[in-house]
């Protein structure tokens, strides 16, 4: 097929080259001069595993192309997908702009039956604003064509995507239309061989499904997260518990995690505006409002750590950081953790010296302070630093040499914000041990004496 995929960010640079991959022919527009600049001089504008090559490979098999010009690449397309970004509004709603602005603009291009596919993460009920938008636009050019519209929403991870993409889990499809339901089951058949992954349903189940995906991971994180706050308290540990309670096939091992807080451009903006649409159909939401405080709160569990041990010597002191990005993989640093923990420690005095493999140029344009260094090797951020913080869980980081961090921190602690590490073999070898909702090492035994 012929396909447009409008967005060349995260999930349409993913979408573009993986259904190249098997044979379309696809057209990525973006209306950003230095990312086409990049992906026109055959270059990868993110980070993410495996994507450069699947991206090279079908440049070079003359598949995929990429350009500013919208009108063109919607002239040639069966089908165009909208995957702009959906970025929340001061109220927490998310902002259509992009995604209306999108509509209109291929409804202005069209000459011929097209099927147009919201891939963006958008409110239930949009997929029917950008059919009116689309509508209208048809009537104010006197034209006859037959545009249908589908939400078709993306589960892939960053991080994973090209894998996420090539090897769905699901393919949710939400389409009244036979024809766009027809096509789209044939563009996916490469994806669904083995067993049919698509669900097809109606348009405001498919857009509500994403949401409602998101949601439910973000309580999942947010549940444990507050457990592990009260495992603290207790003296039990959350890691142990986890092991315990997913052991269960009804809660299973996925996403229970204890950690710094849930990031990303997806989980906090999308848990905001499922709120907002609740808010909108004058319902409450307070398990949605409660995921969110609990992440607000969780955000902040690494700094009251660190600046509770080092109490009055935080200001002037320097805290080393290993992790930038929201998570392992990629180097997208939107709502990280990281970046909220490095907020916080430049404002109480203190110095952050941190590394991450591949998000420092983002994290850069992020928070601008002299105070901020960002170092090539994660060794080189603990030289002369007086405590280790370990924010994002890179695989690089899962065995350090604890002997030598021991003898190189000033003070010497780990605050290991994914509970990455043994809290008795790190005390073992002379470093203290903070983790998230971790049993001390030196709790009482239970052998009454
Ligand atoms: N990033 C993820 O992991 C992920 C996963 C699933 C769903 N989503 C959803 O997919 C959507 C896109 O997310 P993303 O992370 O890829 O966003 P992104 O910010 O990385 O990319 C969006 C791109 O759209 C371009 N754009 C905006 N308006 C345009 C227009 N009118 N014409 C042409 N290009 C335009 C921007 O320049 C940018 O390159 C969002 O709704 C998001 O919620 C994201």
Not at 65 to 73: P, Y
Not at 138 to 149: C, F, N, T
Not at 424 to 441: D, H, N, T, W
């Amino acid at each position: 097929m012929n396909l447009a995929v409008i967005g060349t960010g995260y999930v349409g640079l993913v979408t573009g080259a993986c259904l190249a991959d098997v044979g379309n022919r696809v057209t990525c527009v973006d209306r950003d001069p230095a990312k086409l600049a990049t992906l026109q001089a055959g270059r990868i504008p993110i980070h993410e595993p495996g994507l450069d090559a699947v991206v090279a490979r079908n440049v070079a098999a003359e598949r995929l192309s990429f350009t500013d010009d919208l009108t063109a690449a919607v002239r040639h397309a069966d089908l165009v997908f909208i995957a702009v970004g959906t970025p929340p509004r001061e109220d927490g709603s998310a902002d259509l702009a992009h995604v209306l602005a999108a509509a209109r603009a291929i409804a202005q291009a069209v000459e011929r039956d097209l099927v147009v596919v919201v891939k963006s993460t958008v409110p239930v009920g949009t997929c029917d604003k950008v059919r009116d938008t689309i509508r209208a636009e048809l009537r104010a050019r006197g034209l006859d064509v037959r545009v249908a519209v589908a939400s078709n929403p993306e589960f892939l991870k960053e991080g994973n995507a090209v894998d996420d993409f090539q090897r769905p889990d699901r393919i949710v499809i939400g389409t009244d239309d036979d024809q766009a339901l027809r096509l789209l089951r044939a563009l996916y058949a490469p994806y669904n061989r083995n067993r049919d992954r698509l669900i097809d349903m109606d348009v405001r189940s498919s857009e509500f499904t994403k949401y409602a995906s998101n949601a439910m991971l973000a309580t999942r994180i947010s549940f444990m997260n507050e457990l592990a706050q009260l495992a603290e308290k207790l003296g039990a540990d959350i890691e142990q518990v986890r092991h315990g309670t997913g052991a269960d096939p009804r809660i299973g091992p996925h996403f229970i995690y204890a950690g710094a807080g849930y990031g990303g451009s997806c989980f906090p903006k999308d848990v905001q505006a499922l709120t907002h649409m609740a808010d909108e159909q004058g319902l409450e939401a307070p398990l949605l409002r409660s995921v969110q405080a609990v992440n607000t709160r969780q955000k902040r569990v690494l700094f009251d750590k660190v600046s509770g041990f080092l109490r009055d010597r935080l200001a002037g002191s320097t805290i080393a950081l290993w992790g930038l990005a929201f998570k392992p993989n990629t180097d997208d640093v939107r709502e990280a953790p990281a970046l909220e923990l490095v907020r916080a420690l430049l404002a109480a005095g203190a110095k952050v010296r941190a590394y991450d493999p591949v998000a420092a140029e983002n994290a850069r344009k992020e928070i601008d302070s002299p105070d901020l260094e960002i170092v090539e090797r994660a060794h080189d951020a603990c030289v002369g630093a007086d405590v280790l913080v370990v924010i994002t869980e890179w695989r690089e980081f899962k065995s350090p040499d604890f002997r030598w961090l021991a003898s190189t921190l000033r003070q010497p602690a780990v605050f290991d914000g994914r509970n990455l590490y043994d809290p008795e073999f790190v005390e073992s070898c002379g470093l203290r041990y903070f983790g998230i909702g971790r049993r001390p090492a030196n709790a009482a035994a239970s052998v009454a004496r």
